[in-house]
T-cell receptor, first 113, second 114 residues
Framework: DTAVSQTPKYLVTQMGNDKSIKCEQNLGHDTMYWYKQDSKKFLKIMFS???????INETVPNRFSPKSPDKAHLNLHINSLELGDSAVYFC????????????FGEGSWLTVV | DAKTTQPNSMESNEEEPVHLPCNHS???????IHWYRQLPSQGPEYVIHGLTSNVNNRMASLAIAEDRKSSTLILHRATLRDAAVYYC???????????????FGQGTILTVHP
């Protein structure tokens, strides 16, 4: 069983569309994250939730809205997609928001055309 | 989080040891040194971490300088599967201000030759 799973793995969509990426972890962890890796391969944190509560919200456009229906799920919804949103989005989780190993999913490749 | 400096790329031959250096001269007392790696087309994965003492696990060893201003990740026998980008990351685990987040730098691209 995949510990941190994301869907879809690949997504090609047009500018202006709204899309969601779903993430689920079966590790029983309290904390989940979204990271973005841009075309230059630079990995940057976007959001973090601990027990369904937002604890990290880096400087991200309001078009990006995370939603955590329960602590095993953290979905990323993106409104009005722009070309610059093309990237790989990684979901991750850790036992709690502190001194812990972070486990990453395999990534969701988003291409906006 | 304090900044780290790593070489952009390194090369190794299969079955040989690899020493990946990392400089972190501005490390604070509560910063732990973490190493993650990212295999091609995959998410990052944990390799090892430490605070002051050298650490060993099944994947690698971490040698930490006495003044903690540098560290070295050691892969004892490189395999083709070890070809990846290796990230050295400082995280304030002791001070509790990081909320667990990892701040990635550019990392070192390791190429392993057969």
């Amino acid at each position: 069983d995949t510990a941190v799973s994301q869907t879809p793995k690949y997504l090609v969509t047009q500018m202006g569309n709204d899309k969601s990426i779903k993430c689920e972890q079966n590790l029983g962890h309290d904390t989940m994250y979204w990271y973005k890796q841009d075309s230059k391969k630079f990995l940057k944190i976007m959001f973090s939730y601990n027990n369904k509560e937002l604890i990290i919200n880096e400087t991200v456009p309001n078009r990006f809205s995370p939603k955590s229906p329960d602590k095993a799920h953290l979905n990323l919804h993106i409104n009005s997609l722009e070309l610059g949103d093309s990237a790989v989005y990684f979901c991750a989780s850790s036992p709690w928001a502190g001194r812990n190993t972070i486990y990453f999913g395999e990534g969701s490749w988003l291409t906006v055309v | 989080d304090a900044k780290t400096t790593q070489p952009n790329s390194m090369e190794s031959n299969e079955e040989e040891p690899v020493h990946l250096p990392c400089n972190h001269s501005t490390i604070s007392g509560t910063d732990y040194i973490h190493w993650y790696r990212q295999l091609p087309s995959q998410g990052p994965e944990y390799v090892i971490h430490g605070l002051t003492s050298n650490v060993n696990n099944r994947m690698a060893s971490l040698a930490i300088a006495e003044d903690r201003k540098s560290s070295t990740l050691i892969l004892h026998r490189a395999t083709l599967r070890d070809a990846a980008v290796y990230y050295c990351i400082l995280r304030d685990d002791g001070g509790g201000t990081s909320y667990g987040k990892l701040t990635f730098g550019q990392g070192t691209i390791l190429t392993v030759h057969p």
